[in-house]
């Protein structure tokens, strides 16, 4: 098991324990995820940081690539027949 965390708001501003808690997790920006083991260290970071961060439980990791293949559209596009025809009664 492991911890998918994503980093959700910045910390600018933040106290640098908070600064420092972030860094540790491997999180440099919003919107970056990382996946971390579960162990009481790990989840003591996430305790230092839980307003900042999304944390999900997942079985396994996803590598970079994995990830960025995650987020793209296929190419191209679909006809959907009669989707746009309005129909008046």
């Known amino acids: 098991m492991f911890y998918k965390v994503t980093q959700m708001r910045s910390i600018i501003g933040l106290a640098p324990v908070v600064r420092k808690n972030m860094q540790a997790l491997g999180l440099r920006k919003r919107f970056q995820t990382v996946y ?20 999900e439980l997942v079985e396994s990791t996803k590598s970079t690539k994995q990830m960025r293949l995650d ?17 008046y009664q």
């Open 36 to 55: 971390q083991k579960i162990s009481p260290s790990t989840a003591h970071r996430l305790l230092y940081v839980k307003e900042l961060v999304k944390v």
């Open 71 to 87: 987020r793209k559209f296929e190419p191209g596009f679909s006809v959907i027949k009669d989707g746009a025809k309005k129909v």
